[in-house]
T-cell receptor, first 115, second 113 residues
Framework: EAGVAQSPRYKIIEKRQSVAFWCNPISGHATLYWYQQILGQGPKLLIQFQNNGVVDDSQLPKDRFSAERLKGVDSTLKIQPAKLEDSAVYLC?????????????FGPGTRLTVT | AQSVTQLGSHVSVSEGALVLLRCNYSSSVPPYLFWYVQYPNQGLQLLLKYTSAATLVKGINGFEAEFKKSETSFHLTKPSAHMSDAAEYFCAVSDVSGNQFYFGTGTSLTVIP
């Protein structure tokens, strides 16, 4: 079974530029999560999708971050414009269904450096 | 509101020694508790989870954790450390809905040969 795929693996941009990350979850997984992991900290949940709908985006900085999962499969996370403090690893995870009893499977992450 | 606190950002143990990683939680509702491991340049992998069934939870790679409500703790243990256990370990808490997951700041485990 293929795992969660993310691309790119690394990205370096200057502040005020825009960037997009892509995630392909495990086939058949209805729930998809985006996390931000700043160096030295634990992952912070940004947004959770159930199929193509948003379950929770309360911790997503909506003035600069956006995410979509139009067909209920792949998802993209965008930052526009980027700030220095956005430097982090962005992790995507998926689970079979919604709820804490369903295991989340994580991708390898995209490491973003904003200069 | 929910949160977790991991005591000790760095823990070193000798190979073959007991591993003990500490996690305390705060939750206003019955919590679901998790331990994840992260190897360098990889995503997180679930070690074990507590979902209000047995208080002693056994996970992969010989790890286990005990839910102690009176102490609001969910410490991770392994009787004998192996070199391959060297990694970053994260404790996390959620409610049953899973709408919010809160991770601790992590504990880096070093295993000394």
């Amino acid at each position: 079974e293929a795992g969660v795929a993310q691309s790119p693996r690394y990205k370096i941009i200057e502040k005020r530029q825009s960037v997009a990350f892509w995630c392909n979850p495990i086939s058949g997984h209805a729930t998809l999560y985006w996390y931000q992991q700043i160096l030295g900290q634990g992952p912070k949940l940004l947004i959770q999708f159930q199929n193509n709908g948003v379950v929770d985006d309360s911790q997503l900085p909506k003035d600069r971050f956006s995410a979509e999962r139009l067909k209920g499969v792949d998802s993209t996370l965008k930052i526009q414009p980027a700030k220095l403090e956005d430097s982090a690893v962005y992790l995507c995870a998926s689970s079979l269904d919604r709820g804490a009893s369903y295991e989340q499977y994580f991708g390898p992450g995209t490491r973003l450096t904003v200069t | 509101a929910q949160s977790v606190t991991q005591l000790g950002s760095h823990v070193s143990v000798s190979e073959g020694a007991l591993v003990l990683l500490r996690c305390n939680y705060s939750s206003s509702v019955p919590p679901y508790l998790f331990w994840y491991v992260q190897y360098p340049n990889q995503g997180l992998q679930l070690l074990l989870k507590y979902t209000s069934a047995a208080t002693l939870v056994k996970g992969i790679n010989g790890f286990e954790a005990e839910f102690k409500k009176s102490e609001t703790s969910f410490h991770l243990t392994k009787p004998s450390a192996h070199m391959s256990d060297a990694a970053e370990y994260f404790c996390a808490v959620s409610d049953v809905s899973g709408n919010q997951f809160y991770f601790g700041t992590g504990t880096s485990l070093t295993v000394i040969p």
